[in-house]
């Protein structure tokens, strides 16, 4: 299968890409903009399947970066109680301690590397909590769907370049069918369980916000039209 660099190297260049094209529909409005909601997310979003990976750049970089914010958090809310800067610090590393070794060791311990992770409902889920998540932020419909419609895109970049590195040896330039093949690009794993969880989470999300994702893709694509 490919590896992070590869993976991130597809994701930066189809996010030039795509950056281009949404300037160019007017789906973003300037580069400045276009960068954050379009070749940033597509990027990140090109190695995030890797994160069911226990030694992975994606994993350490998100259980990582949740972890300070946990320390924050709990130093934030241990500064209400103590006046003293020790045992404000020492909430705070408790916090992110516990963060890293209980929630990510948690998720280490549930996932398996190409697991539901590499999934098309694990990239229809991410694609649609991302959408969310900027209109949380008071992102307007076109900024969020370009925000959440990048995340996906980038996701699913990563499923089919691991499908195909599972069928082609491209340092000896021939077809080299591997174990690995059809095991990113799925819809079910044999962890029913699992599986289950995520199917839930994506009707849920449906439930929350498909309706405002939809109606923000169809006016798109009306511009779009019409231009």
């Known amino acids: 299968m490919a590896n992070f660099k590869t993976h991130f190297s597809a994701g930066l260049l189809l996010g030039v890409a795509a950056t281009l094209a949404a300037m160019t529909s007017g789906m973003t409005e300037g580069l400045f903009q276009s960068f954050f909601l379009v070749l940033v997310p597509l990027s990140v979003g ?45 909430w705070a590393l408790f916090g992110g301690g516990f963060f890293w070794l209980v929630v990510g060791g948690g998720f280490k311990k549930i996932t398996k590397h190409r697991g539901m992770a590499h999934s098309v409902p694990a990239a229809v889920l991410v694609m649609l909590t991302a959408f969310g ?9 076109r900024q969020s769907l370009a925000f959440g419609a990048s995340f996906g895109a980038g996701y699913l970049l990563h499923l089919v370049l691991d499908e195909l590195y599972s069928t082609i040896d491209f340092e000896g330039r021939r077809l080299a069918v591997k174990k690995s093949l059809g095991s990113a690009l799925k819809f079910f794993s044999h962890r029913h369980r699992i599986t289950a969880v995520v199917y839930l989470l994506v009707v849920m999300a449906m439930l929350s916000v498909g309706e405002s994702f939809l109606t923000a893709a169809f006016s798109v694509a009306a511009m779009i039209r019409r231009s």
């Open 133 to 141: 998540a900027a209109q949380v932020l008071g992102l307007s419909s």
């Open 46 to 90: 090109s190695t995030l399947p890797d994160i069911d990976s226990d030694s992975s750049v994606p994993f350490t970089v998100a259980f990582g970066s949740l972890s300070l914010v946990a320390a924050l958090v709990v130093g934030a809310i241990a500064s209400e109680f103590y006046g003293d800067v020790l045992p404000i610090v020492g």
